[in-house]
């Protein structure tokens, strides 16, 4: 993978940038099909909830995200900070460790599991969404793995921006990908009018 910055990595120079980018209508169609069962689940997991239900339900953030949260070390008892600014929705796909969030996934969303499942070293994938004027603290992870972040849909009136080692990467347009090396300081902001959605893929290095 090549680097263009300490701790960025050219997002085409990913062995999977190519198989996730040619994908990623197929993706959004499927998750944002928004069938019955689909928002139900959505709505279970806190991805559609508003604030007050998503934290009195499910604590704000659904198990196999906070168990990724945990084992990157940047949970808030881990930090002594919650890096979250504002609302951040999260809608977990896979997990290395946790073969039955893909069984899951899998009868929601089959071809972006089919998908997922043929990418080299992954370790962790989420749809991650970013409400307006919100913001991640700066914050780094323990584990040396890149991650990337592939917007799914057009912001309106602004953009969204990922900060890495000081160096700010923008995210305006459905297919724009920021990749790194998240054992970098790094941090995040939307400042569009639009909800940031984004598929996030982690890999090992």
Partial sequence: MKTFHPGLFD?????????VSNSLSQISTEFFSDTLDLSLLKQRLGFNSNWFNSYTETDDISQPVEDWIRSGGFHEEQIGYDSRDGEWKTFPLWKRDQPELASTMRQFLPSTIEILEAIPNLYFASIFKQPPNSKVARHKHTLKHCIAHFLLNDLEDGYASIEVNDKKQIL?????????????????????????INLVIDITL
């Fill in 172 to 196: 305006k347009y459905k297919g724009d990908c920021v990749a790194f090396d998240y054992t970098y300081p790094h941090s995040s902001s939307n400042a569009s009018n639009t909800d940031r």
């Fill in 11 to 19: 997002p085409s120079s990913l062995i999977f940038y190519s198989q």
